[in-house]
């Protein structure tokens, strides 16, 4: 996993030019199925955003997102970017994305993404897959797995934060959804 995140950090960095990131495949871009950026479209009345430029993270900024209270509706505040590529029904998924959390009232910086989605990008809003991530004080790359439980197709998917179940500050880098077919390990990812 280590590896693989290494990978997506130059990824990141080679954005607009030939990618650098070498897989024993070849392009690890390749298996994206999104078109990776820091620009997430944030939702929910709960929320203040803007974007911001750092030039710690790769790609040189994202998007900060403060949810004013916590929810017990925690979809009520989240940030969404289109998935562009289809999505099969077994395909091992990862989604992986840059992220920080800020302190809120002196508190520790750290966060709650209480759920990663891979969903339909219209009503019902089904997961193909889904997961969770706790986020901290520094950049760091956070990466959640899976194996699709359903087919989306081309166009109609989304990746999908859920931000609202805490009152806290995130900043949201670039995202990265990565598909490796049906055969792949899962396991492998989940290192």
Request: charged share 20%; hydrophobic share 45%.
């Amino acid at each position: 996993m280590k590896t693989l995140c290494a990978l997506l950090s130059v990824a990141v960095l080679s954005l607009g030019g030939p990618a650098l990131a070498r897989q024993d495949d070849g392009d690890i871009l390749r298996k994206a199925i999104n078109k990776p950026s820091a620009n997430w479209q944030v939702y929910g009345a709960g929320q203040k955003t803007k974007p911001v430029k750092d030039k710690a993270v790769a790609g040189g900024g994202g998007m900060r997102v403060e949810v004013l209270a916590a929810s017990d509706k925690p979809w009520d505040v989240g940030a969404q970017q289109p998935i562009d590529g289809k999505v099969s029904k077994n395909d091992v998924i990862l989604v992986a994305f840059w992220a920080k959390a800020e302190s809120v009232d002196g508190g520790a910086a750290e966060g709650t993404v209480s759920a990663v989605r891979v969903q339909q990008a219209a009503a019902p809003y089904d997961a193909a897959m889904q997961g969770s991530t706790k986020v901290s004080g520094d950049w760091k790359m956070y990466t959640v797995p899976g194996r699709a439980s359903m087919d989306i197709p081309a166009g109609g998917a989304n990746v999908a934060l859920h931000l609202g179940s805490a009152r806290q500050t995130l900043v949201l880098g670039p995202v990265f959804v990565l598909d490796f077919g049906p055969d792949y390990d899962l396991k492998k990812l989940a290192q």
